[in-house]
């Protein structure tokens, strides 16, 4: 029979399940979850057994169980029956669309910017260059394969948010886990042809070339920018593809 509290407001009994699944703790969980995979030690398609992580995070069964839902509707992990919840294991069809979003979306936000905007040199950019900051310390000064996915994606993040179309920037965040799952595989591909240095040089060059106030500079930096710069070598041995992701992995 499970436990009851008292509440003092009300004088109901209260499941103690119900405290012990707080929204905080369950998304702390997922935070944790994601790490892992974003790190690279949960890898696609591994099994994610509740009372294996209860261990590993040190936290009770309900809010793994509850962060495991929230990862489920964030696209990171999925449940099937008779096999449990797993990571996702991407496709490369899966990758194609998620990455072809991403960046249809960043350049959506750049032309909105251009379009309604009358110097976008004089707008303020405290918030990007923070980020690029907070990438530049993630990359150079740490080994964190988690904390530079999310260092790059906040970067970019915060690049779209300059548009100021809150609709731009709710679809962008809504992938937001697909996408650093993307990212994450990008940087392990990365690791071995650039350096941090090189990835801070080339963030920055992104940054200057969206703000210069020139729309064609801005557009040619965001499609030189490399965000499937690993699907060449890496995507073509995923499965899934379709017609139109092997067109895109032929460039056409």
């Not at 998620?98 to 959506?108: A, P």
């Not at 950019?125 to 740490?142: G, N, P, V």
Request: hydrophobic share 40%; charged share 25%.
């Amino acid at each position: 029979m499970t436990p009851r509290s008292t509440t003092p407001e009300t004088g109901h009994a209260t499941p103690v399940d119900s405290l012990i699944e707080s929204p905080s703790l369950a998304e702390l969980a997922a935070d944790r979850i994601s790490e892992l995979v974003f790190r690279g030690e949960l890898r696609p398609g591994d099994r994610l057994v509740e009372e294996h992580l209860c261990e590993r995070l040190g936290v009770s069964r309900a809010p793994v169980r509850e962060g495991l839902r929230i990862l489920e509707g964030s696209g990171l992990v999925v449940r099937r029956p008779r096999a449990g919840v797993r990571v996702i294991d991407l496709t490369q069809n899966d990758v194609f669309e998620i990455l072809t979003f991403r960046e249809g979306l960043e350049r959506m936000a750049v032309e909105h910017l251009y379009r309604y905007t009358d110097d976008v040199t004089a707008i303020d950019t405290s918030r990007l260059d923070a980020a690029l900051s907070q990438l530049a310390q993630a990359f150079e000064r740490t080994d964190d394969q988690a904390a530079r996915v999310q260092a790059s994606f906040d970067f970019h993040t915060e690049l779209v948010r300059l548009c100021g179309n809150s609709r731009i920037i709710a679809s962008y965040t809504l992938i937001t886990t697909q996408v650093k799952l993307c990212m994450s595989m990008n940087l392990r591909k990365r690791d071995t042809e650039e350096n941090p240095t090189q990835n801070v040089a080339r963030h920055q060059l992104l940054r200057d070339a969206v703000l210069s106030g020139a729309l064609p500079a801005a557009l040619r930096a965001l499609a030189d920018h490399g965000h499937d710069s690993f699907a060449r070598d890496f995507l073509a041995v995923l499965p899934g593809s379709t017609h139109r992701s092997t067109q895109w992995m032929a460039g056409s």
